[in-house]
């Protein structure tokens, strides 16, 4: 049996922090992509903006119409796509007539994104190797953008006025909603166990802002549930009691926190953090290591693999999160696209 590719973090010298009481910095991140030269450079004549109204405090529209007008000033053709309910951008793109020059561009969260990427992925051509996609972050973590350094709309815009022009990995995520099968394209992460349970409590308490990830966590970790599974990691077999099982394709996600430092997304690999069954006072004790700008790598309960594909089974469904959004349950399958996608960076 295969024998999965871990991920080992170098310690650095110990600091000194207050009461002269010794620890571990948290590691440095490493670039979001691994091949920082740009071998592309592609000139849009024509930008499908494709808006999520209802992306973090509801201000999707407002940021297309601030989109639409830059990019006209640019000579580029604006065509806004707003969507109305749920995967309704899935059938958006998956519809559009695109041609050479024309840009996807996604003005909302990670999870509109996903949405996005998985009709583009669902095409019957091959738009995905020709036409590049760009982010404008419009929703509440904006985990894919702070990594790709959008940092705002204008940033946004620039880079897609630059035209400069990457590959980014996704992977193809196989759920159950109910008695049928789904599939999601991922682009930022996936979660199962605390995280998704956290994220559960979060969504009742969108109202608190950024602040209710915390709230979250911290009532889940209280509840302290555990669970068992089969996760498969490139053929090689875990079967244990899990606190969480958290996939990453990028450094970042939630609120922004550091949960996985040495992932890029376009090193062909996704990069898996495992926390086996260990009592609450850990968990919150490497909750606050992570809160610390990631220093949970340096606690020994944490593990963190590398795969291309992963299988996780379970006794009975349970709840998973892609790229943000709550949907669907085990089994869980992924397999890693290297350079699936074009992005504007």
């Not at 404008?136 to 022009?165: F, L």
């Not at 943000?324 to 960076?345: Q, R, Y």
Request: aromatic share 8%; charged share 25%.
């Amino acid at each position: 049996m295969a024998v999965p590719e871990k991920i080992v973090f170098e310690e650095p010298e110990p600091v000194k922090g207050f009461f002269g009481r010794k620890h571990l910095p948290p590691p440095e991140k490493v670039p979001h992509f691994s091949n920082l030269q740009f071998k592309e450079n592609y000139k849009v004549k024509r930008a499908h903006v494709i808006v999520n109204p209802y992306s973090g405090k509801k201000k999707g529209e407002v940021a297309a119409n601030f989109v639409k007008e830059e990019l006209s000033n640019d000579n580029i053709k604006v065509q806004l796509h707003t969507t109305r309910e749920p995967e309704h951008a899935i059938s958006i793109v998956r519809d559009l007539e695109l041609s050479n020059g024309d840009t996807l561009v996604t003005v909302g969260g990670d999870g509109t994104f996903c949405e996005v990427i998985s009709g583009f992925m669902d095409r019957k051509d091959n738009s995905n190797e020709k036409i590049p996609l760009a982010l404008v972050p419009a929703g509440t973590g904006n985990s894919q953008a702070n990594d790709m350094g959008i940092i705002d709309y204008m940033t946004a815009i620039q880079k897609i006025t630059n035209g400069r022009v990457r590959q980014m990995d996704i992977a193809k995520t196989q759920f159950s909603i109910g008695e049928d099968r789904a599939v999601r394209y991922s682009h930022n992460l996936v979660g199962w166990g605390l995280g998704v349970d956290s994220n559960i409590l979060a969504e009742k308490m969108r109202f608190l802002g950024p602040l209710r990830y915390d709230i979250g966590a911290l009532m889940s970790i209280i509840r302290g549930k555990v669970r068992r599974a089969k996760c498969f990691i490139d053929d090689h077999l875990i079967e244990s009691d899990f606190v969480l099982l958290l996939i990453q394709n990028t450094c970042t996600g939630g609120d922004r926190l550091s949960l996985a430092p040495k992932a890029q997304v376009d090193d062909g690999k996704m990069d898996l953090g495992v926390i086996y069954h260990i009592g609450r006072f850990k968990v919150l004790k490497l909750f606050n290591q992570l809160k610390a700008q990631g220093s949970h790598v340096w606690n020994p309960n944490v593990e963190f693999y590398n795969f291309r594909k992963l299988r996780i089974e379970t006794e009975e469904p349970t709840a998973i999160n892609i790229d943000g959004e709550n949907i669907g349950t085990t089994p869980l399958e992924m397999e890693v696209k290297p350079s699936a996608l074009k992005v504007f960076h």
